[in-house]
Nanobody, 120 residues
Framework: QVRLVESGGGLVQTGGSLRLSCEASGNIFRINAMGWYRQAPGKQRELVAAITSGGSTDYAESVKGRFTISRDGAKRTVSLQMNNLRPKDTAVYYC??????????????WSQGTQVTVSS
């Protein structure tokens, strides 16, 4: 079974920084892409940042210049460095991965989610 386990959420003040990390484990043959999504109360889940196996990245306009996504292929880990945080960044953050388990087709997986709260 595939598991995505994340860490690094918490409470910070406006202007502060947090670093989220997510490690994929299981009988994984290949990871095509990993990313971060977030969902605030009453809002739809939205893409924050994503990175493909080739290194291409995609960011939400609201986080460009403040957040940086990176991937450690050897450890199958994706990280999100979040700087200059604002209250609007408050949400539950989810790690996501498109990957292939041995002898199975491509599937999409989600982490449990971690709370990020930015106080005024």
């Amino acid at each position: 079974q595939v598991r995505l386990v994340e860490s690094g959420g918490g409470l910070v003040q406006t202007g502060g920084s947090l670093r989220l990390s997510c490690e994929a484990s299981g009988n994984i043959f290949r990871i095509n892409a990993m990313g971060w999504y977030r969902q605030a109360p009453g809002k739809q889940r939205e893409l924050v940042a994503a990175i493909t196996s080739g290194g291409s990245t995609d960011y939400a306009e609201s986080v460009k210049g403040r957040f940086t996504i990176s991937r450690d292929g050897a450890k199958r880990t994706v990280s999100l460095q979040m700087n200059n945080l604002r209250p609007k960044d408050t949400a539950v953050y989810y790690c996501n991965a498109d990957l292939v388990v041995a002898h199975a087709p491509l599937r999409n997986y989600w982490s449990q989610g971690t709370q990020v709260t930015v106080s005024s």
